[in-house]
């Protein structure tokens, strides 16, 4: 069993930077992959970045690429996500995710086991 809380978030200007993370409880947290998804009003949640449970390879949704970079840390069971270049498009609920698979599919929601319960990212124009 693995429970996810994030923090992080909140308000920022276009082109601002903000940093989500995620704390992980259990024992296995470095055999999961870590994903971050988010969810914009009316819209279906979706992939942003996801990293190996090494922490050694990660991948990017295109929308984010060069912006967005996503870290962990294993020993302390933390996930975070670095967002620079903001824009009001970003904002969403953000929410972090694992997984014990790795490869393409995990941009689908379907393919993980645990959730958090999302963080507001808000970016003003």
């Known amino acids: 069993q693995v429970q996810l809380v994030e923090s992080g978030g909140g308000l920022v200007q276009a082109g601002g930077s903000l940093s989500v993370s995620c704390a992980a409880s259990?024992?296995?947290?470095?055999?999961?992959?870590m994903g971050w998804f988010r969810q914009a009003p009316g819209k279906e949640r979706e992939f942003v970045a996801a990293i190996h449970w090494s922490g050694g390879n990660a991948f990017y949704a295109d929308s984010v690429k060069g912006r967005f970079t996503i870290s962990r840390d294993n020993a302390k069971k933390t996930v975070s996500l670095l967002m620079n270049s903001l824009k009001p498009e970003d904002t969403a609920v953000y929410s972090c995710a694992a997984t014990r698979l790795y490869g393409p599919m995990i941009v689908s929601t379907d393919k993980y086991d645990y959730w958090g319960q999302g963080i507001q990212v808000t970016v003003s124009s």
């Open positions: 259990g024992r296995t947290f470095s055999s999961y992959a």
